[in-house]
T-cell receptor, first 111, second 115 residues
């Protein structure tokens, strides 16, 4: 099992550009989440999904879209990148109510 | 609303000694879960230990134990016999029992283990 994979590892965008951060898991987990981590802070929840076709907003959803067409994939779209979205983005998945498995993260810089 | 507070931005511990990382939480939920994650300098999030609010015994995983005091709303992480590889950021997090995929994180504690 590869676990939770994220691509790309690093990305630099200009203000106003759009892009999609990819997240995939091969553990057949129902639950998937996206978090962002700003310097010196803990992770904050952006969006989450409780199964294919079902998504909802977390604590900081503005400027991001998600969809979940399959159990395996949960992409995060930045609609129009802003410098405030410079962060490290983590995708996570879980099967049940305990441990979340995190991907390696994507470091995004918006100039 | 749920909230996690970690009041120790940074801590030192001597190798082979035990260390306690503090975590207090606030929630109106009756059922919830508390988690600790380790983030080394390489950046990945590593799950360490989980405690459910209805678990009567404190959780233990190898050298990690969770000192759960429900009345005080605290969930401190105890690392015994510290190793140099324990140097990292440590995050406390919580989620409702029926939705622990929506975690609230504290701001973290940076632990440095001295040889």
């Amino acid at each position: 099992n590869a676990g939770v994979t994220q691509t790309p590892k690093f990305q630099v965008l200009k203000t106003g550009q759009s892009m999609t951060l990819q997240c995939a898991q091969d553990m057949n987990h129902e639950y998937m989440s996206w978090y962002r981590q700003d310097p010196g802070m803990g992770l904050r929840l952006i969006h989450y999904s409780v199964g294919a076709g079902i998504t909802d907003q977390g604590e900081v959803p503005n400027g991001y879209n998600v969809s979940r067409s399959t159990t395996e994939d949960f992409p995060l779209r930045l609609l129009s990148a802003a410098p405030s979205q410079t962060s490290v983005y983590f995708c996570a998945s879980s099967l049940d109510r305990d441990e979340q498995y995190f991907g390696p993260g994507t470091r995004l810089t918006v100039t | 609303a749920q909230k996690i507070t970690q009041t120790q931005p940074g801590m030192f511990v001597q190798e082979k000694e035990a260390v306690t990382l503090d975590c207090t939480y606030d929630t109106s939920d009756q059922s919830y879960g508390l988690f600790w994650y380790k983030q080394p300098s390489s950046g990945e999030m590593i799950f360490l230990i989980y405690q459910g609010s209805y678990d009567e015994q404190n959780a233990t995983e190898g050298r990690y134990s969770l000192n759960f005091q429900k009345a005080r709303k605290s969930a401190n992480l105890v690392i015994s016999a510290s190793q140099l590889g324990d140097s990292a950021m440590y995050f406390c997090a919580m989620g409702s029992m029926d939705s622990s995929y929506k975690l609230i994180f504290g701001s973290g504690t940076r632990l440095l283990v001295r040889p």
